[in-house]
C-alpha cells in the first residue's frame, strides 16, 4: 500500500505566555466541541472531531501546537493508526485557528511537522524501502534502520532567516495489543494478542530557525513557505533536499 499520512501538526512559539488554556483557546477557535480535555502539568490539552479529523490542541508556556490525525482506522489494516485521507483539507481546517493563534500571540518561531508510514511485508522490506528513498543500497536481511539529516535552506519569503529541514527515515514494527474490557455493559471481550505490521516511516520537521526575530507581517506567507517545503520533500523525498 503507499505511504499513508499519519499527522499534521502546526507549531507556533511565541515570546509570552498565554493567556487562555487548550479548553478555553478551543471554545474560540472551533464550532466543533470538546470530546477530551486534560492537563499535564503545564500543558493542557483539548482533543475533539472536526470535519471528520482528529484534532489536539496543545497550549504550554511560549508554546501553541495544533495536530491532526485520522479519526477511525477504516480502510486501513487491523494494527495500523488511523491515516489522514486528504492532507490539503487538513491543512485547510488547521490554518485559520493556527493563523489566528500567531497573530494573537506573537509568534517567534514556526514548524511544520508530518509524519507518514507505508507498510512492508518484512522488516528486510521495511529496510530496502528506507534504502531507497535515502538513495543507498541496504544490505539483504538489515534491519533497525534509521536514516536522520538536516538541510537547512533560505527562506526566500525572509531575507536572513533560515529554514531547517529535519528529516528522518526509520524502520519499525506497529502493533497494538487488545485486552480485556473491563466494566462493558455489552459484556465485549476483546482477545490479547496481535501480530506486528512492520512500516517504513518518514518524519518531516521543516522550521524556522530559533533567535532569530521572525517579521509579524510575514507569518501567514512563512507559514505557507514551511508547509511547501514539507509537500516538497514528501513528493522528492531525499533527492529534494
Known sequence: MP????MVQLVAFVSGAPT???NTL????????LSNFSTMGQITVATGLTNGIQLQLHVQPTRFDI?????SPQDLPPNFPPSLQDFEATLALMRPPFDK???????????????????????SDASTKIGAAIQLNVKPNSGDV?????????SYQQPGLDINRLCRWSTASIMMMPFPLQGNPAGLNVP???????????YIDVNTTAGIPISTGNIPKLTDELIQEAKNILEGGYAYL
Open 101 to 123: 493563534i500567531c497573530s494573537e500571540n506573537g509568534a517567534v518561531r514556526l514548524a511544520c511537522v508530518v509524519q507518514t508510514h507505508e507498510q512492508a511485508v518484512s522488516e
Open 20 to 22: 487562555d488554556n487548550a
Open 192 to 202: 490479547i494478542g496481535g501480530a506486528p505490521v512492520w512500516v517504513s516511516n518518514v
Open 146 to 154: 534509521t536514516f536522520q539529516i538536516n538541510v537547512k535552506k533560505a
Open 26 to 33: 478551543w471554545s474560540r477557535l472551533f464550532s466543533d466541541p
Open 3 to 6: 505511504a499513508e499520512i499519519e
Open 67 to 71: 495536530i491532526a490525525t485520522g479519526a
